[in-house]
């Protein structure tokens, strides 16, 4: 069975601080690994996916990283933003011989502080 | 490309009732998978389709049922609601194993 894990649960930072979300996952035999955004009452926006065969990925001031052996991957915000502030879920593609079967965290709520 | 789009919006049933929920996937996206979320939890995998059949489904009863046109759009159908389904109800297109997941606004369902 894969559980997925988020740490912290909650984060409150000050703007322009640079933070680190986490996410482990019980079976490391995941197809993809992506991470999305989610605002109050609203859909899911992706972020980044990492495909198994990869140590990370970057689209502005993210980074991805996954380290398959450990079960882990974080999420790196540069710079925060008040416009940052949502949710944040991980989520990943298991088992490998499936199409996106997501299995998600509970995500961490992120509020950047003006 | 309007993406992944969902209707209706909000919806309220009254326990007993049935309910048909919809998905337009994004263009050149032939996978719909349909996802639960209950207020502060992750989105829980009810069901995939792909080529009109559903090929995986996750931990949940056979009042969940589901339908895949050739069009690739989808619909979730729920019988015999309980107040416990209430919840946001995501749909997930993608291409065939792999590649990333785009998710629709959602429907809000609300049973009383």
């Known amino acids: 069975k894969q559980e997925v894990t988020q740490i912290p649960a909650a984060l409150s930072v000050p703007e322009g601080e640079n933070l680190v979300l986490n996410c482990s996952f019980t079976?490391?035999?995941?197809?993809?690994l992506q991470w999305f955004r989610q605002d109050p009452g609203k859909g899911l926006t992706s972020l980044l996916l990492?495909?198994?065969?990869?140590r990370e990925q970057t689209s502005g001031r993210l980074n991805a990283s996954l380290d398959k052996s450990s079960g882990r991957s974080t999420l790196y915000i540069a710079a925060s933003q008040p416009g940052d502030s949502a949710t944040y879920l991980c989520a990943v593609s298991w088992p490998p011989n499936t199409g996106n079967q997501f299995y998600f965290g509970t995500g961490t709520s992120l509020t950047v502080i003006p | 490309d309007a993406g992944v789009t969902q209707s209706p919006t909000h919806l309220i049933k009254t326990r007993g009732q049935q309910v048909t929920l919809r998905c337009s996937p994004k263009s050149g996206h032939d996978t719909v998978s349909w996802y639960q979320q209950a207020l502060g939890q992750g989105p829980q995998f009810i069901f995939q389709?792909?080529?009109?059949?559903?090929?995986q489904r996750g931990n949940f009863p056979d009042r969940f049922s589901g339908h895949q046109f050739p069009n690739y759009s989808s619909e979730l159908n729920v019988n015999a609601l309980l107040l416990g389904d209430s919840a946001l109800y995501l749909c997930?297109?993608?291409?065939?194993?792999?590649?990333?997941?785009?998710f629709g606004q959602g429907t809000r369902l609300t049973v009383v």
């Open positions: 997930a297109s993608s291409r065939d194993r792999g590649g990333t997941a785009f």
């Open positions: 990492i495909q198994s065969s990869q």
């Open positions: 079976d490391s035999a995941i197809y993809n």
């Open positions: 389709y792909y080529e009109e059949e559903e090929r």
